[in-house]
């Protein structure tokens, strides 16, 4: 395990004309693909961020007493990509009906979130979940919060699915995340 992680500040890698946004999609494994593949994505990191302890480690953050929620921070560059676009593959990579919990992940740790860096961001993120609320007739329950202190995780989390692709594959599957992502989007689902 690591050092001491820092928080990083709000213009921590943020630079030439670049933009962050944080998401909380349950486990934090299964987020960082489908952001990595998004040309305009320059750099994804999971991490913590919602709670109140700092520099957690994974063991605290999955025993749940520290509030935080797995996420993601991505750098992105809004020539290239929206924070529109990176909204709907958020919600294309998440059940927003299930609240505390994302598929086989139970606790308030794997809860869903759109972490708003400005106003902007904040605004846009409220119109879309609207927007789905009322095309799908859903009621959904992912928060809408103010970004802030991210903590990377542990560099062995970093790009999981690409360090150890057969175990990835099988924690997915097993805790049935293609299916219930199936199931809730039909043919708009995320392919795996």
């Known amino acids: 395990m690591g050092g001491v992680r820092t928080a990083r500040g709000e213009a921590g890698g ?10 909380a999609g349950g486990c934090f494994w299964c987020m960082q693909p489908p952001f990595d593949a998004l040309p305009g ?8 961020t919602g709670g109140s302890k700092k520099n957690p480690t994974y063991e605290e953050v999955s025993a749940g007493g520290t509030g ?3 996420s993601i921070e ?3 560059d809004p ?8 909204l709907a593959v958020f919600w294309h990579n998440i059940d927003p009906l299930t609240a505390d919990g994302q598929f086989c992940d139970y ?15 904040r605004r846009e993120a409220e119109a879309a979940k609207r927007a ?12 809408i919060e103010p970004a802030g202190p991210f903590y990377p995780a542990e560099e062995y989390h970093q790009k999981y699915y690409q360090k150890n692709p057969f175990r ?3 924690y997915r599957f097993n805790c049935g995340r293609d299916r219930r992502l199936k199931e809730l989007w039909g043919a708009e689902a995320p392919a795996h």
């Open 68 to 70: 935080h929620a797995e």
């Open 107 to 121: 606790g308030h740790q794997y809860r869903t979130a759109i972490f708003y860096h400005n106003e902007s961001q």
């Open 74 to 76: 991505v750098l992105f």
């Open 41 to 48: 994505v320059v750099s994804t990191t999971v991490g913590y």
């Open 168 to 170: 990835y594959r099988f």
């Open 79 to 86: 020539r290239r990509v929206s924070y529109r676009q990176l």
């Open 132 to 143: 789905l609320e009322k095309a799908r007739g859903w009621k959904i329950v992912t928060a």
């Open 14 to 23: 943020v630079g030439q004309g670049l933009e962050k946004a944080t998401f």
